[in-house]
């Protein structure tokens, strides 16, 4: 279940996303090769909860690639070899028990309508997720952004490292890493940082504790 139809997706992502399209494809491509790349193998097969616009599944490196939204928008933003599935996350997925090797999320459960969708989306993880299989999951902190998070019109669930480590370890996930400050919150409407500096960043623990705003959490089956 999602409280916005399709439509209302498409014009709610193209007003945000639209003017910084090619700067976050860049922010991701620095993501990527300094940080997540180390957790997905050359052929492993990957979904992009949430996808977006693609920045992420189309750059990472792995063996099969798929990509879940809702936005009819989705399956003209990634790439020819990505297969989109468009339907709603809280649903029974498209995909076969032990098919994925790893799910990556970024700022997409705070846009589901309760902890209820959340868990049905959790159950499909880990149902689909191989055994070892991890899920990277990204998103602001409410515990860190208690006005700031609800500047967003489509922001539902406030969640926090912890709620959502609970909610995980209550599917038999085991938790590998749960960073309450990773990066800071918004690359929507914040400021562009120059890439050097986020790579410096990423190398710096002790900025995330100053600057960070979303938390990571990172799980196995």
Request: contains cysteine; neutral net charge.
């Amino acid at each position: 279940m999602n409280v916005h139809s399709p439509e209302d997706l498409q014009r709610i992502y193209e007003a945000r996303f639209r003017a910084s399209a090619d700067y976050r494809r860049a922010v991701w491509c620095v993501l990527i090769d300094d940080y997540f790349q180390r957790f997905v193998g050359p052929n492993d097969a990957v979904l992009d909860l949430g996808c977006g616009y693609g920045e992420f599944i189309n750059q990472i490196h792995c063996g099969r690639r798929y990509a879940m939204d809702l936005n009819p928008d989705a399956p003209k933003r990634v790439q020819a070899g990505v297969k989109c599935l468009l339907q709603d996350c809280s649903q029974t997925w498209a995909l076969p028990d032990n098919s994925l090797d790893a799910v990556f999320t970024s700022n997409f459960f705070e846009h589901l309508p309760d902890k209820a969708a959340l868990g049905r989306t959790l159950d499909e993880v880990r149902r689909c997720l191989k055994p070892g299989g991890r899920l990277i999951a990204m998103g602001p902190n409410i515990k860190y952004l208690p006005g700031a998070y609800w500047d967003f019109w489509d922001h539902y669930l406030p969640l926090t490292e912890l709620s959502l480590r609970e909610a995980l370890e209550n599917r038999q996930f085991a938790i590998e890493h749960c960073i309450p400050k990773f990066l800071p919150y918004t690359m929507a409407s914040g400021p562009r940082y120059a890439l050097g500096l986020l790579r410096i960043y990423l190398r710096m623990p002790l900025a995330w504790a100053m600057f960070g705003r979303q938390f990571l959490v990172i799980a196995r089956c």
